[in-house]
């Protein structure tokens, strides 16, 4: 397989994992399952609410951290291999 | 010393801080001009999209209306911030590879079409419109209050100043000076929120403090579900919106995020393609900085706000009380004339009527700090409004000046000529986007919510598909815009202004609300743009090539 191709699907298989994570903690937690969640309690937050107005913002950031040092590698990875 | 001093210094100071930028970086190539030479660094430009994306709506309204809605105001939290997520994964990387100007640029570019290029214009400047005109009445709402000047001088003081900011500078100049605009308006909105929640909790953090317990040892938000439950409310931590909706909002806010141009616009701005992913993590974590902020002064202020006035006898309220009623935002009808302020659920007795802005600016007052912590909200409050009209500006000014000038009507105009068609269209729309604020018509208030379904219904899938297929031709995409965003307009005007023979809530296709609607004309979007470009050609070898070429960040 190209060198080029290598990469894109490298960067495909990270897209799928992140935005997989990216729906579950909003769409997921935050919407679809927060009555059930609810029952659950992070402190004096129910866990669902903490979700949709909290937690789902800070995973956010956090992927967008991840995913730049995860393509820096893999672009430092590719520029090597020239 | 007097609180009226203390904001003209705080203003004052301000503003001779954003037109001594302005002078200093004026822009003197198309380049800068649109992209500010491609030179700003990614932390730079992550708080410039910052100050760039959070408005006078975030600044004022949102805790406010988080306040008012407990749970279902998570839809603008989310949805407000998850569209960063796709803009640094799908988009922000690619666009900057491909490395034009506009937005209207990449799908003209890629779908090899003036066509795709006119209805990309069309559907940039009816979002940017529609948005803009809020953020000038926003400005003026501003003045008048802090400053005691009537609405229409106080939207004529904004537009003066962001027309010297980005007439002169251009994006070179909005860039920095939204940099400093988002310095002061973070300060100014978490210094009171800190204090609050020392108040309220005891605790510095606001995002930890609202979980905690008060002094009673009662979790507040069980004590606000308490207090909510015996005057009426629904309670605060779940949602009365169907899921559905809240599903469909959210993802409209966020695809309609991902595809506003005066966000994606700023990702241009940078060095090299790791930038761009670089400045939208920046910007995100500067963004929630605030947003998960608000949700913590909601709580504070809902709680403080029944806690303080809930059964109690008029004359004895706090002064804050008389000095926001005066303004009208606050206002005490006692029905039953037992002097107490009954606050509850149900309409036909309930004695009292607050507007969501209060919960932000009353903030400083409630928690008794001192005038010139006021002053500065007051500047914090102008910095977010004035940064995301200037950007709108711009974005506005290319669209007319690049994209249809120099890319459709008069391809050979000269890089200078291009420059003063860029400067004049920037004082055009800033003549028509004062005007709206000056006389606002009824609708605007209604679609600066929905300019995000717009978004969401038009520009999105053009732009994922024109990176992700290779298969997707000029046909479909078009087809896609069109068709998405004509179906968005026609669901928001029937529903919000009463055409095609309007409707009411219940009339509502599949339960989706307006605000919601985006997501789905989105869909539609791209099941045509899909459809259409199976029975169309395939688009040439280097348009090919030129998708290769923006997917692989090293061949510059």
């Not at chain 2, 993802?251 to 790791?274: D, E, N, Q």
């Not at chain 2, 200037?390 to 105009?413: E, F, M, Q, R, T």
Request: glycine residues 10%; hydrophobic residues 50%.
């Amino acid at each position: 397989m190209n060198k080029n191709d290598t990469y894109w699907k490298t960067n495909l298989k990270y897209l799928v994992i992140l935005l997989s994570i990216w729906f579950s903690v909003s769409f997921g937690f935050g919407i679809l399952l927060a009555d059930t969640l609810n029952q659950f309690h992070l402190g004096g937050f129910k866990l669902g609410f903490w979700f949709a107005q909290q937690g789902a913002i800070y995973v956010f950031v956090i992927l967008i951290f991840v995913y730049i040092y995860l393509m820096n590698r893999l672009d430092q990875k590719f520029k090597n291999d020239k | 010393m007097e609180l009226q001093y203390w904001i003209w210094i705080a203003v004052g100071l301000s503003f001779s801080l954003y037109i001594f930028i302005a002078i200093r970086s004026r822009a003197s190539s198309t380049g800068e001009f649109y992209v500010a030479g491609k030179g700003v660094p990614p932390i730079a430009n992550g708080m410039a999209t910052a100050a760039d994306w959070m408005s006078a709506a975030s600044f004022i309204s949102m805790a406010g209306i988080i306040s008012f809605n407990g749970y279902d105001g998570s839809v603008f939290l989310m949805g407000w911030t998850g569209g960063y997520v796709l803009l640094a994964l799908l988009l922000a990387p690619y666009l900057r590879k491909f490395g034009k100007f506009t937005v209207p640029d990449f799908i003209g570019d890629r779908y090899y079409s003036n066509v795709a290029r006119a209805v990309a214009v069309f559907c940039a400047l009816i979002v940017s419109f529609t948005y803009i005109a809020g953020q000038m009445r926003g400005v003026g709402v501003v003045f008048s209050r802090y400053l005691e000047v009537d609405i229409n001088t106080g939207v004529f003081i904004g537009m003066l100043i962001v027309l010297f900011n980005a007439v002169l500078g251009g994006m070179k100049g909005i860039t920095y000076t939204q940099v400093a605009q988002y310095c002061v308006l973070i300060f100014a909105f978490m210094l009171p929120a800190i204090f609050i929640s020392l108040m309220v909790t005891g605790n510095v953090v606001p995002q930890i403090g609202f979980g905690a317990a008060g002094s009673d040892g009662v979790f507040l938000l069980d004590k606000l579900d308490g207090l909510h439950r015996e005057l009426g409310f629904h309670e605060y931590t779940t949602g009365k919106k169907s899921t559905l909706d809240v599903f469909f909002i959210t993802a409209a806010l966020m695809v309609g995020t991902a595809g506003l141009p005066h966000v994606i616009v700023r990702f241009f701005t940078v060095k090299k393609v790791s930038d761009a992913r670089k400045s939208a993590g920046w910007a995100l974590l500067f963004i929630a900085i605030l947003y998960t902020t608000a949700p913590a002064v909601a709580v504070f202020s809902r709680t403080n706000l029944i806690e303080t006035v809930s059964n109690q006898p008029y004359k004895t309220l706090p002064e804050w009380f008389g000095k926001w009623e005066a303004t009208g935002l606050i206002s005490y009808d006692d029905k039953n004339n037992d002097g107490r302020v009954q606050y509850v659920a149900d309409p036909a007795t309930n004695e009292l009527n607050v507007d969501a802005d209060i919960m932000v600016l009353a903030n400083p007052e409630i928690a008794n700090l001192p005038n010139w912590v006021i002053a500065i909200m007051a500047a914090g409050a102008l910095a977010a409004a004035l940064s995301t009209a200037a950007g709108l500006l711009l974005v506005i000014s290319s669209s007319v000046s690049h994209d249809l000038i120099k890319k459709i009507i008069k391809p050979d105009v000269s890089e200078k000529g291009e420059l003063v068609a860029a400067r004049l269209s920037a004082v055009g729309a800033v003549m028509l986007a004062a005007y709206f604020g000056i006389n606002p018509p009824g609708f605007v208030a209604a679609t600066v919510a929905l300019a995000f379904g717009l978004a969401a219904a038009s520009f999105f899938p053009a732009i994922v598909m024109g990176i992700f297929s290779k298969k997707m031709n000029k046909e479909g995409a078009v087809a896609g815009m069109v068709i998405g965003v004509l179906l968005m307009l026609f669901y928001m005007t029937k529903f919000k202004f009463g055409w095609f023979g309007g409707g009411t809530e219940k009339d509502w296709w599949f339960g989706i609300s307006p605000e919601g609607f985006g997501s789905f004309a989105m869909m539609v979007n791209f099941l045509i743009a899909v459809v259409v470009s199976k029975f169309t050609p395939a688009p040439d070898q280097n348009i090919q090539e030129l998708i290769e070429n923006i997917r692989n960040p090293n061949d510059e």
